[in-house]
């Protein structure tokens, strides 16, 4: 008579299914606090306690017809640990005689084949991945589960959600308090190459609009380079009435100012300039003395 597993372990295992499947159809964490998951946890507890119940049953009535000495074996075996014993059966070897039971009648090179049964490891490892897949597989076809795009849309707009919820929480930047940091010259170039590039040409080199990366410059009302160039954008330019107030008319927040300022001041100070003989416009304006 075999033991059986305690009921602990038909616990954890179902727990352990509940969970899996659970995440697979739900696809949130929230279905743990929900009382229809703690609902289903119960009652299956209740059911493995109860089949356990009946198990000891039935268990009990097979031991009253074993002989003498198979009771006294199984009262033996059943002392030892649950997991030892369940170790020691994965990975149990055949003795000499048991390898002549099993022994195939057929050899080669003097090597013989055993009719060996497949390790209880590997066979619980093919079920689980049996029955995983055929969940795996009704989750995937009945419900959002493992789709990537209705993923990627999920979590596009949890991401939008977060910065609306950020920007509305943040005052955006103004010219007293903008500051310039590298780590918005990248998304400043992305503004510039959307809304200035057209009049500075490409790197600020100027085309209608006048050369950025030289030191000449039409409009000085700032003292900082930084803060001269977001005056600029926000407020245009009075001497050039195609040079628009991008802040005052709502095409650039102040989080795009602050940037395109970062990679306005990038191009200019941290870069060698764009000259004429490298296809850049010539000089306008004056030079400037900017503070640091």
Same mark, same amino acid.
């Given at each position: 008579?075999?033991?059986?597993?305690?009921?602990?372990?038909?616990?954890?295992?179902?727990?352990?299914?509940?969970?899996?499947?659970?995440?697979?159809?739900?696809?949130?964490?929230?279905?743990?606090?929900?009382? +229809?998951?703690w609902?289903?946890?119960? !009652?299956?507890?209740?059911?493995?306690?109860?089949?356990?119940?009946?198990?000891?049953?039935?268990?009990?009535?097979?031991? %009253?017809?074993?002989?003498?000495?198979? %009771?006294?074996?199984?009262?033996?075996?059943?002392? !030892?640990?649950?997991? %030892?014993? #369940?170790? &020691?059966?994965?990975?149990?070897?055949?003795?000499?005689?048991?390898?002549?039971? !099993?022994?195939?009648?057929?050899?080669?090179?003097?090597?013989?084949? #055993?009719?060996?049964? #497949?390790?209880?490891?590997?066979?619980?490892?093919?079920?689980?991945?049996?029955?995983?897949c055929?969940? +795996?597989?009704?989750?995937?076809? /009945? /419900?959002?589960?493992?789709?990537?795009?209705?993923?990627?849309?999920?979590?596009?707009?949890?991401?939008?959600?977060?910065?609306?919820?950020?920007?509305?929480?943040?005052?955006?930047?103004?010219?007293?308090?903008?500051?310039?940091?590298?780590? $918005?010259?990248?998304?400043?170039?992305e503004v510039?190459k959307?809304?200035?590039?057209?009049?500075?040409?490409?790197?600020?080199?100027?085309?209608?609009?006048?050369?950025?990366? @030289?030191? &000449?410059?039409?409009?000085?009302?700032?003292?900082? #380079?930084?803060k001269?160039?977001? $005056?600029?954008?926000?407020?245009?330019?009075?001497?050039?009435? &195609?040079?628009? &107030?991008?802040g005052? $008319?709502?095409?650039? /927040?102040?989080? @795009?100012?602050?940037?395109?300022?970062?990679?306005?001041?990038?191009?200019?100070?941290?870069?060698?300039? !764009?000259?004429?003989? $490298?296809?850049?416009?010539?000089?306008?304006?004056?030079?400037? /003395?900017?503070?640091?």
């Open positions: 008579m075999k033991q059986r597993s305690p009921v602990y372990v038909s616990i954890a295992s179902i727990l352990t299914i509940l969970l899996v499947v659970y995440y697979m159809f739900v696809q949130e964490s929230t279905f743990l606090s929900s009382p +229809y998951f609902g289903t946890v119960v !009652i299956s507890i209740i059911l493995a306690m109860i089949h356990h119940a009946i198990g000891d049953l039935i268990e009990n009535d097979q031991f %009253k017809k074993l002989t003498d000495a198979e %009771k006294a074996q199984y009262l033996e075996d059943k002392k !030892i640990p649950y997991f %030892k014993a #369940l170790y &020691a059966s994965a990975f149990k070897k055949q003795s000499a005689t048991e390898e002549k039971d !099993i022994l195939i009648d057929h050899g080669f090179d003097g090597i013989m084949e #055993l009719d060996n049964q #497949l390790p209880k490891w590997w066979l619980g490892l093919f079920y689980f991945g049996v029955v995983y055929v969940v +795996y597989m009704i989750s995937y076809f /009945t /419900t959002d589960f493992a789709h990537q795009y209705v993923e990627y849309d999920a979590e596009y707009k949890a991401q939008t959600a977060s910065i609306a919820e950020y920007v509305k929480n943040t005052p955006p930047p103004t010219i007293d308090d903008a500051v310039y940091s590298p780590d $918005n010259i990248a998304a400043g170039e510039f959307t809304n200035c590039v057209s009049c500075h040409n490409a790197g600020g080199a100027g085309g209608i609009g006048p050369n950025l990366t @030289d030191n &000449a410059w039409i409009n000085q009302p700032e003292k900082t #380079l930084f001269n160039v977001f $005056n600029m954008v926000e407020n245009g330019s009075p001497n050039n009435p &195609a040079m628009q &107030a991008f005052k $008319n709502g095409v650039l /927040t102040g989080f @795009d100012i602050q940037d395109v300022s970062a990679y306005i001041y990038h191009i200019n100070q941290e870069q060698p300039p !764009i000259t004429v003989a $490298n296809g850049g416009a010539a000089p306008q304006g004056t030079p400037a /003395t900017w503070e640091k």
